[in-house]
């Protein structure tokens, strides 16, 4: 039965029988955020260890494997190269009509100023919210998406207006990108890095 272990020491770790939870480079999958373990026991539960975007175990094996040793310069270096680019969808969609052009735009910046709006965002960002940033960007090929996460939760303090606003991007990426992950599912666990330390 997989479960969740917690040491004295505060950290949960995450078993089945008496297997332990490992990440791809061998580390114990683990963190000192109940939240964050919950939610890691039930994607695991839900999809096994598959890399899905709406899992949280990807994040917590990116964190762990891969932005812990780098840090958050190397982290940051690494993403501007990877996502910093002309052919984000968020910025070459062109939706038909002038109403969907402008909405469109008005959560999803200018092409001509955004790609220098989100490097200088990600410089300001730690090491849990280049995780969310990261993984957004890799779940709906898009940083800009990531990006327009970070000002709804930096602009709505309401909490009905928040949940709206993140509903209509969501409806928007959806739309447009045609995934086939649960939008919400990534989303929340965008917030849940976002504002806490929870991957440590």
């Known amino acids: 039965m997989k479960e969740i272990r917690q040491s004295d020491d505060g ?4 078993w089945n029988d008496d297997k332990q939870l490992l990440t791809p480079r061998g580390l114990a999958c683990s963190t000192k955020s109940r939240k964050l373990a919950d939610r890691i026991l039930s994607d695991w539960i839900r999809h096994g260890e598959s890399f899905s975007g ?3 175990l990807p994040w917590q094996f990116t964190y762990q494997d891969n932005f812990l040793p780098l840090g958050e310069e190397g982290v940051r270096n690494a993403m501007i190269e990877s996502f910093i680019t002309p052919n984000d969808w968020t910025l070459c969609c062109n939706p038909p009509s002038p109403k969907a052009y402008m909405h469109f735009r008005a959560w999803f910046g200018s092409p001509d100023s955004r790609l220098d709006e989100l490097q200088r965002w990600l410089g300001g960002l730690n090491l849990n919210q280049l995780t969310a940033a990261c993984c957004v960007g890799n779940a709906f090929e898009s940083l800009n998406v990531a990006y327009v996460l970070s000002l709804i939760h930096q ?20 739309k447009f990108l045609g995934v086939g992950i649960s939008v919400k599912r990534v989303f929340s666990l965008f917030e849940m890095y976002w504002e806490g330390n929870v991957a440590e």
């Not at 950290?11 to 995450?14: A, E, G, M, N």
């Not at 709505?156 to 509903?167: G, L, N, P, R, S």
């Open 54 to 56: 709406a899992s949280a």
């Open 155 to 174: 602009q709505f303090k309401e909490e009905e207006k928040k949940i709206a606003a993140v509903k209509e991007v969501g409806q928007i990426v959806r």
């Open 11 to 14: 950290v949960y770790t995450f």
